[in-house]
C-alpha cells in the first residue's frame, strides 16, 4: 500500500495505518510529516463506473460552500482518482483528510446537527448532475439490485435453512415474509419525486466536530450515492434509530434539522413507513447476496439475521410514533 501511495500519489507518501471497521472497504490513514490523507481499497467490487460516479459527485459537493465538508478525491500523477492495484484488480484512491470524530453509538446529541445536514445535502444534490448514469439501482429495484437473491432463493434460504442458520429459522421466516410484502408493494413508489441521494447516512457514515460533538462536521462514504427516492434519505435514518435510548427524543431532533430544509410531500411521509422496512431488507439481501458469493462467512450473516429480524420488531411498534413526529415538525417548520 505505501508504495502505491508513492507511485500514485507521491507528495503525499508516507506512513499508513489501518482503520478498523467497515463491511465494504479497506480504510488507511496515510501520515506524513506535513499532512495526512486517507486511503481507501475497494473491496467488494471492481468497477470503475461506480467509483467514477461516486468521484464525479464528490467533486461537485466540493466546490459547494456547505456547513459541513465531504471527502474529495485526490488526483494522481496521471490526474485520475483511482488507481487499480495488483493482480486481484482492486481499486484504490485517496482522499483528504477530514478532523473530527466518530459519534459514540447511544449519543444522540448531534441528531438535530445530522438533520440539518442531511436536509442541506438533499438540497443541494438535487441541483447536481454528475453527467455519467449511475450504476446502483433505487432501492425499490430490490430484484434487479440483488440477482442472486430471487424470490425461489430467498424462500429455500429462509424456509430451509442449512445448518449455520437452523437456529434461525423465526427470524429468517420474519425477514423473508417482509421480503414478500416489500416485493408485492414496491411498484407504487415510483411515482414520488427522485434525485441524487446518498443512500446510506447513519452515525458510521459521519463525523462530529470534536471541540463541539454536537456539531456535524463531515458526511463520508459517498459510495452508495445514485439517483432514488428523495425521501428515502430519511427514512434509511430513521429506520436506525429505534430501539436505542432515548429513541423519541433523537427522532424528534432529527426530524426538526431535517424539516428546516426540506418538506417533504404527503405521499412521501405516507411512503416513510414501508420505506424503512425496505431499507432493512435490503442490508438483509446485501448480506445474503455477500454470503452466497462467498465474500463472507456465515457467522456475519448469522449475525446480520438475528439484528435485523430485532430491528423489524422494533420498525412495527415504532412506526407510528415516527410518522406523528415527523408530520409534527414538518408542520412547525411550514409555520417559521
Same mark, same amino acid.
Given at each position: 500500500m505505501e508504495a502505491i #501511495?508513492?507511485?500514485?500519489w %507521491?507528495?503525499?507518501?508516507?506512513?499508513?495505518?489501518? *482503520?478498523?471497521?467497515?463491511?465494504?472497504?479497506?480504510?488507511?490513514?496515510?501520515?506524513n510529516s506535513e499532512k495526512r490523507a486517507v486511503l481507501r481499497i475497494y473491496d467488494t467490487h471492481k468497477d470503475r463506473n461506480k467509483i467514477e460516479f461516486e468521484h464525479a459527485v464528490l467533486q461537485q459537493l466540493g466546490q459547494r460552500v456547505l456547513r459541513f465538508k465531504v471527502p474529495v478525491p485526490i488526483l494522481t500523477t496521471t490526474g485520475e482518482t483511482m488507481v487499480q492495484i495488483g493482480e486481484n484488480g482492486k481499486f484504490a484512491c485517496l482522499f483528504q483528510y477530514l478532523d473530527g470524530d466518530s459519534p459514540m453509538e447511544e449519543e444522540g446529541s448531534y441528531l438535530e446537527s445530522f438533520g440539518e445536514a442531511t436536509g442541506i445535502l438533499s438540497e443541494v444534490l438535487s441541483a447536481i448532475d454528475p453527467g455519467l448514469t449511475p450504476v446502483y439501482r433505487p432501492y425499490y429495484?430490490?430484484?434487479?439490485? +440483488? %440477482?442472486?437473491?430471487? #424470490?425461489?432463493v430467498m424462500r429455500e434460504l429462509c424456509m430451509n435453512p442449512p445448518e449455520p442458520f437452523t437456529? /434461525?429459522?423465526?427470524?429468517?421466516?420474519?425477514?423473508?415474509?417482509?421480503?414478500?410484502?416489500?416485493?408485492?408493494s414496491l411498484n407504487e413508489l415510483e411515482g414520488l419525486p427522485h434525485q441524487l441521494v446518498h443512500g446510506d447516512l447513519n452515525a458510521s457514515n459521519l463525523l462530529v466536530n470534536s471541540e463541539d460533538p454536537v456539531q456535524v462536521s463531515s458526511l463520508l462514504d459517498f459510495e452508495f450515492c445514485t439517483y432514488d427516492l428523495r425521501v428515502m434519505e430519511p427514512a434509511v435514518i430513521l429506520s436506525g434509530l429505534l430501539g436505542h435510548a432515548e429513541a423519541e427524543k433523537k427522532i424528534r431532533d432529527f426530524c426538526r434539522g431535517f424539516s428546516r430544509y426540506i418538506r417533504l410531500t404527503p405521499a412521501e411521509i405516507n411512503a416513510i413507513s414501508e420505506l424503512m422496512m425496505l431499507r432493512k431488507i435490503d442490508v438483509f439481501l446485501h448480506f445474503v447476496s455477500r454470503y452466497l458469493e462467498g465474500t463472507?462467512? +456465515?457467522?456475519?450473516?448469522?449475525?446480520?439475521?438475528? *439484528?435485523?429480524?430485532?430491528? /423489524?420488531?422494533q420498525l412495527s411498534a415504532g412506526t407510528a410514533e415516527i410518522l #406523528?413526529? /415527523?408530520?409534527?415538525?414538518?408542520?412547525?417548520a411550514r409555520r417559521l
Open positions: #501511495v508513492s507511485q500514485a %507521491p507528495e503525499w507518501s508516507g506512513t499508513l495505518r489501518k *482503520r478498523s471497521g467497515g463491511w465494504n472497504n479497506t480504510t488507511y490513514f496515510v501520515e429495484e430490490l430484484q434487479t439490485s +440483488y %440477482p442472486l437473491c430471487s #424470490v425461489e437456529d /434461525l429459522r423465526d427470524e429468517l421466516m420474519m425477514l423473508f415474509n417482509a421480503y414478500e410484502d416489500i416485493i408485492g463472507d462467512e +456465515y457467522q456475519i450473516l448469522h449475525e446480520q439475521t438475528k *439484528r435485523l429480524s430485532a430491528d /423489524l420488531i #406523528v413526529i /415527523l408530520q409534527g415538525e414538518q408542520g412547525s
